[in-house]
């Protein structure tokens, strides 16, 4: 009877446990045994080729800097109001967390392997980021921790060499580290001798213990934090190594000593995401420019075949190439590429109004979603309460709001100040006040825009835009003396306007300039527009004055909706 009663119980023992493994609850029991459920390494990278392909309609790379300039408290509460709290429910699925990382080594997390910033000297005296690490926490733990009930995906960033210190503001001397101070030799170069490219105060990843320090610093998050990935921000700021700051080439060293840390990160986070049991993805954000990053000392093409990093985010303070030529080399090897967005820092009062606006920003994201890429980055916009958020994530919702398109927002003169001759790798041929041409009689001027959006359909989303061309010029010109022709198409005669077709219309109007300058409209029909590039031919009259200028081309798609 014994017997009996026992294989009773192994019986019913036996149908409870199948019950239960097919319910999971006893998944955690073997995992604590270090069991059947631990994914192995192949299983493991599988799962991160998947979680690599999931939907990034919007990346917000919230930079961090809110725990040190604009909290009145240190709580949790004002914290995540700041930047992120208003990102949920919109088309949002990513956040990008950066921990400062100024000055190289300098981070608002709780480090113990660089060295935690918690000035509050000057500019910087809201910074709560002690007042956190005190009471158990800190902004990078708040943010994932939000993130994680929320189903936002999290990364952490870390930009790889930040020289905010060597710009000579008020803040620069705050932000150089001890690292810095105690070990001048690992910087590019010197007050006294300043590097050609970007800032003197740049580490050289040339010594081993600047890779081995960033990676530890990368390590450590990983280990700590519970980020569904990380990002190395190659932007900020894009130099590497002591030859290339110098102003001179580098060559096969540099590019295996980058390649070598990378692989190093890429063999850390597969370990510590199989100990946890979930992938941690490297994203990675450079210059468009495969020859360009090259020539910094960063080999993109190779971490893609090498299966290094699973996301690859393209431009900053500039942009090189059309955002078909990143899609097509990430597609290529299977990384998603998401095109960066970030603020234009053209110095001309009137183009950098246009661009600053909404409307321009959807426009970018239009031509963004026009390439083929992934999802949208955005860099340095970080208020949570604006419209573009429910707006740039899906080209069908940015289509019922006004936008402008301009041949590139960002600037091109700065292309040289982080490379020598760096614009030698530009292939694009944007049209701004920086980067205006001269109108010669006789002679046009061909102008590339290209519009992500194929409004020759006329109504879109149930509301038909209003499309017009408007050219600014430089000098005492009329309309009649202009020919303008738009994909082979002669244009009508322009309307002359002194001031600028505006996005903001409580802006105040620009200083009045030595020059005279005019805006010339053309009102367009839709079926005159092409998805993707259109030829814009603008010609001065053979009898026409010498000395005019056009200097900015926009494309003003209005539905009415200017918010």
């Avoid at 990078?140 to 060597?166: P, Y």
């Avoid at 130099?239 to 990160?265: C, N, P, W």
């Avoid at 825009?449 to 989303?461: I, M, N, T």
């Amino acid at each position: 009877m014994r017997n009996e009663r026992d294989l009773g119980t192994r019986r019913v023992g036996c149908f409870a446990l199948a019950a239960w493994l097919a319910l999971g609850l006893v998944q955690p029991l073997l995992a604590a045994d270090g069991a059947a459920s631990d994914p192995k390494p192949e299983e493991m990278k599988q799962r991160r080729k998947k979680a690599a392909q999931r939907r990034r309609r919007i990346i917000v790379d919230n930079d961090g800097n809110e725990v040190v300039y604009t909290l009145e408290k240190a709580t949790k509460e004002a914290l995540l109001a700041a930047r992120t709290t208003g990102l949920v429910g919109t088309q949002v699925d990513t956040i990008v967390y950066c921990t400062w990382s100024s000055g190289f080594s300098f981070f608002t997390h709780n480090t113990k392997v660089g060295q935690v910033f918690d000035c509050t000297e000057q500019g910087f005296s809201k910074n709560k980021t002690r007042d956190f690490i005190e009471q158990g926490a800190d902004a990078l733990k708040i943010v994932v921790d939000f993130c994680r009930q929320k189903g936002i995906e999290i990364f952490w960033s870390m930009r790889m060499n930040d020289t905010h210190d060597a710009w000579g503001g008020w803040y620069s001397p705050l932000l150089f580290p001890k690292l810095k101070k105690d070990h001048p030799e690992f910087l590019v170069s010197s007050m006294d001798r300043k590097s050609k490219c970007g800032g003197w105060t740049a580490v050289d990843y040339g010594r081993k213990e600047i890779r081995d320090l960033a990676f530890r610093f990368i390590e450590e998050v990983c280990q700590n934090y519970d980020v569904d990935g990380v990002m190395l921000d190659f932007f900020r700021h894009p130099v590497y190594f002591k030859r290339h700051a110098m102003g001179g080439v580098v060559g096969a060293e540099e590019l295996d000593q980058m390649t070598s840390m990378i692989r190093r990160v890429r063999a850390m986070a597969d370990k510590v995401g199989l100990q946890r049991g979930r992938p941690i993805l490297i994203a990675v954000r450079t210059p468009d420019s495969v020859d360009y990053c090259r020539a910094m000392g960063l080999d993109v093409v190779r971490w893609m075949a090498e299966d290094l990093i699973d996301l690859l985010v393209v431009s900053g303070y500039f942009r090189l190439n059309p955002w078909e030529t990143s899609v097509k080399l990430g597609h290529k090897y299977g990384v998603p590429v998401y095109p960066c967005l970030s603020e234009t820092r053209l110095r001309d009062k009137e183009a950098s109004q246009v661009r600053r606006s909404l409307d321009c920003y959807r426009a970018r994201a239009m031509n963004v979603w026009h390439s083929g890429a992934d999802g949208v980055l955005m860099f340095n916009y970080t208020n949570p309460r604006s419209p573009l958020w429910r707006q740039i994530g899906d080209p069908k919702t940015l289509a019922t709001a006004d936008r402008v398109y301009c041949t590139g927002a960002r600037g091109v003169k700065v292309i040289n100040r982080w490379l020598v001759g760096g614009q030698r790798f530009l292939n694009r041929s944007p049209l701004s006040p920086e980067r205006p041409r001269m109108l010669e009689p006789g002679k046009p001027v061909t102008v590339e825009l290209r519009v992500g959006e194929d409004v020759s359909k006329g109504a879109v989303g149930g509301v038909t835009p209003d499309l017009k061309l408007a050219l600014r010029i430089a000098g005492a010109v009329n309309a009649e003396a202009l020919s303008v022709k738009l994909n082979g198409r002669p244009l009508d005669r322009g309307a002359m306007s002194a001031k600028q077709p505006s996005a903001a219309p409580k802006a105040k109007p620009p200083a009045k300039a030595a020059v005279p300058e005019t805006w010339v409209e053309y009102p367009l029909a839709p079926s005159s527009v092409r998805a993707g590039v259109n030829q814009l031919e603008v010609a001065l009259h053979r009898q026409g004055k010498t000395g005019i200028v056009l200097k900015d081309l926009l494309l003003w798609v209005r539905c009415g909706n200017a918010r």
